[in-house]
């Protein structure tokens, strides 16, 4: 009689245990696939983030677009190669910002600035890629958007090759193509949602709009989902023929602000570039766009501010070294 007691004792027992390890094993790998922590620098360098925040809030009030220039810079160093510092090596001559999915990235001067204070005070211990992140993190909170924790310790590549960047998302890839490139990433939709609202700030080059406003469709005509009442702004400021150079704001509204703004101008068919548009292609991405706008009150609202915090952390995890799978390169345009 004692047998079957004590078996289902061991039973239990052993259940309890796969399903703590069930619960703690994947905890432990979220901890160690980044290995990074907040205040990484505490000890080492502690003035770190601190000369960082400077030299942004120097750049930012030089020329408020520095703001968007290092947001989109974290961005595309994240998607190739991880969070690694690898978009800023610019003494190859296939280095991966020769790629096309990099036109138009730029901010490498404001991350090299940083880099040389910091290798004056803290030599050899804050990777490029970290100044990078905390750069991007600081220039939202300096165009009134929110401030927030990231974990640090990133160590830095050494590889930068234009072939490796052939994931990036386009400006013309369909709903599906963004979010499964960023599902390869280990992003959501959700994600993909928030961190598109990073277009509340900054630029287009004419040239991304070229095929939203001529090439749509294979009879040549705009893309659709394009507002009629806009349209003939955006064609204004981006002729057939003109300058492909000529820069228009993503937000129509507010340029320089970090705000949610950029949702509802996708919502109301007023996204100027085509990926944005394609967020209200899809009933999941549309749906999680359109919980940020509603008109519910605000309490019952999800934070936009807050989740894209949370967003941008998790870009920041892409495929991140720690340990001896990279190093910290003393200048951040050349592998040491
Ligand atoms: C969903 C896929 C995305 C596509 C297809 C895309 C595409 C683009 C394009 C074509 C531009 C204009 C670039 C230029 O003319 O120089 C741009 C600008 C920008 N992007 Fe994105 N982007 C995407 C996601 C993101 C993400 C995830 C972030 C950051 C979290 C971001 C931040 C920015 C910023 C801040 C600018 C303005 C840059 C400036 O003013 O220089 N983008 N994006």
Not at 25 to 33: E, F, K, Q
Not at 173 to 198: H, P, Q, Y
Request: aromatic share 6%; glycine share 8%.
């Amino acid at each position: 009689m004692t047998f079957p007691v004590s078996k289902m004792h061991k039973d239990s027992t052993l259940l309890a245990l796969i399903l703590a390890l069930l619960i703690v094993i994947p905890n432990t790998l979220g901890v160690s696939r980044g290995q990074l922590r907040v205040g990484f620098y505490s000890k080492t360098c502690p003035n770190a983030e601190s000369i960082i925040h400077k030299v942004v809030q120097k750049a930012v009030s030089n020329n408020p677009r520095n703001a968007a220039i290092l947001l989109r810079l974290h961005f595309h160093d994240c998607f190739v190669e991880g969070c690694d510092g690898s978009i800023l090596i610019r003494n190859d001559v296939d280095g991966e910002l020769k790629a096309k999915g990099n036109l138009g990235v730029l901010g490498f001067n404001i991350i090299e600035s940083a880099k040389a204070q910091l290798e004056n005070i803290c030599p050899g211990i804050v990777s490029c890629a970290d100044i990078v992140a905390l750069a991007a993190r600081d220039a939202v909170s300096l165009v009134k958007g929110p401030f927030y924790d990231i974990p640090t310790g990133r160590k830095d590549g050494r590889l930068s090759k234009m072939s490796l960047a052939g994931r990036l998302p386009d400006v013309d890839d369909s709903i599906s193509v963004l979010k499964s490139k960023f599902r390869e990433k280990g992003l959501s939709d959700k994600d993909l949602v928030l961190l598109s609202g990073a277009h509340t700030i900054g630029v287009t080059a004419c040239f991304f709009m070229r095929n939203r406003l001529y090439n749509f469709t294979t009879g040549g005509s705009s893309d659709p989902a394009i507002n009629r009442r806009i349209l003939p702004r955006l064609k204004a400021k981006c002729p057939i023929n003109g300058d492909v150079n000529v820069r228009i704001p993503l937000d129509w509204s507010t340029q320089n602000v970090f705000d949610v703004q950029i949702l509802r101008n996708i919502r109301d068919g007023n996204a100027v570039i085509a990926s944005d548009a394609r967020l209200y292609d899809d009933k999941n991405t549309k749906q999680i766009l359109d919980s940020y706008i509603s008109s519910a009150g605000s309490g019952t609202r999800p934070s936009f501010n807050a989740d894209f915090a949370k967003a941008m952390v998790n870009m920041g995890n892409i495929g991140v070294k720690t340990g001896s799978k990279g190093e910290i390169r003393r200048l951040c345009n050349a592998v040491n």
